[in-house]
């Protein structure tokens, strides 16, 4: 069974930068995507990016991240990551390492089976 363990994350000012790592215990058809989720208080779960784990590497990333954030992974080390760079006090939420097979858009929570535990990054103004 797959499982998702993240870390990093905290709290950081405005226009700083944090990265979180998710570590996978086993690659599988369930892991032919990862991904990062994130949840605020109140609102619904939004994708954040996704990465292709076969050939090509292909990623995923929401317009409100585009310029600001990374994702990526090193294979060898079972390891995926998200660089977020240039805060701000909106990325503020509990963040999710997610893997699934996804037959439909990568960022889209409900293609995912396998979830991490979440982590708070908090953003302060």
């Known amino acids: 069974e797959v499982q998702l363990v993240e870390s990093g994350g905290g709290s950081v000012e405005a226009g700083g930068s944090l990265r979180l790592s998710c570590v996978v215990s086993?690659?599988?058809?369930?892991?032919?995507?990862l991904a990062w989720f994130r949840q605020a208080p109140g609102k619904e779960r939004e994708g954040v990016a996704a990465?292709?784990?076969?050939?090509?590497?292909?990623?995923y990333y929401a317009p409100f991240v585009k310029g600001r954030f990374t994702i990526s992974q090193v294979k060898d080390k079972k390891t995926m990551y998200l660089e977020m760079n240039s805060l701000k006090p909106e990325d503020t939420a509990v963040y999710y390492c997610?893997?699934?097979?996804?037959?439909?858009?990568?960022?889209?929570?409900?293609?995912?089976?396998?979830w991490g535990q979440g982590i708070q990054v908090t953003v302060s103004s």
């Open positions: 997610a893997a699934g097979l996804v037959p439909g858009w990568p960022l889209n929570a409900p293609e995912y089976n396998t």
């Open positions: 086993e690659y599988s058809d369930s892991t032919t995507y």
């Open positions: 990465i292709y784990t076969g050939s090509g590497n292909t990623q």
